[in-house]
């Protein structure tokens, strides 16, 4: 099974860049893709696509976020941070089945 | 645009049965793959199975094979998921969501269906 690790928590400042990392137990590089999601998920709503394969962004989502990485080792930045991007956001890979990552939750310093 | 719905959740005993279905609008539904992903109370998000464009191919994750079983109708867009033998463990809310292509990450979501397994 690819395992993926998150830290559970990260606080920034309001205008400030934010950097969440995910790192994966085995590569989910395949023929030039890395297969590699990220989501938005706020309290009592259901999850948001924000980037897919890695470093496209979702239809709709701003360009404050950007996704980079490759093999095992994957970011998802938000830059400027708002007040609206609070939330937990979730990594998950699609290389070999899929599976989730234990989230990260942002919050304002 | 697009639309999923989720219905059939519930309280039901340990061991009996539920069967999930998600109506989906908007889109071709027969040339997307789709899921279902559950997230227990306060916990994070866990996969739980996908089925290919024809129904032809499902995966399932260790922790609900052989119990959970996701079928889908193309005419009239709307994708199963049977929980058999279902657990205390098995509680959770219960997403459907749409692929943007196959293995491409998942584009579109559902409110979400609640499912408790109490006695």
């Known amino acids: 099974d690819i395992v993926l690790t998150q830290s559970p928590a990260l606080a920034v400042s309001l205008g400030q860049r934010a950097t969440i990392s995910c790192k994966t137990n085995?590569?989910?590089?395949?023929?030039?893709?890395?297969?590699m999601h990220w989501y938005q998920q706020k309290p009592g709503q259901q999850p948001k696509l924000l980037i897919y394969?890695?470093?496209n962004l979702a239809s709709g989502i701003p360009a404050r976020f950007s996704g980079r990485g490759s093999g095992t080792d994957f970011t998802l930045t938000i830059d400027p941070v708002e007040a609206d991007d609070t939330a937990t956001y979730y990594c998950?890979?699609?290389?070999?089945?899929?599976?989730f990552g234990g989230g990260t939750k942002l919050e304002l310093k | 645009e697009v639309q999923l719905v989720e219905t059939g959740g519930g309280l039901v005993q340990p061991g009996r049965s539920l069967k999930l279905s998600c109506v989906a609008s908007?889109?071709?539904?027969?040339?997307?793959?789709m899921y279902w992903i559950r997230q227990a109370p306060g916990k994070g998000l866990e996969w739980v199975s996908s089925?290919?464009?024809?129904?032809?191919?499902?995966y399932y994750p260790d922790s609900v094979k052989g119990r959970f079983t996701i079928s889908r109708d193309n005419a009239e867009n709307t994708v199963y998921l049977q929980m058999n033998s279902l657990r205390s463990e098995d509680t959770a809310t219960y997403y459907c969501?749409?692929?943007?292509?196959?293995?491409?990450?998942?584009?579109?979501w559902g409110q979400g269906a609640s499912v408790t397994v109490s006695s």
């Open positions: 969501a749409k692929a943007i292509a196959a293995a491409w990450g998942m584009d579109a």
């Open positions: 908007g889109f071709t539904f027969s040339s997307y793959w």
């Open positions: 089925i290919n464009t024809d129904g032809g191919s499902t």
């Open positions: 085995q590569n989910v590089d395949y023929y030039g893709n890395s297969y």
């Open positions: 394969l890695a470093s």
């Open positions: 998950q890979q699609s290389r070999n089945l899929w599976t």
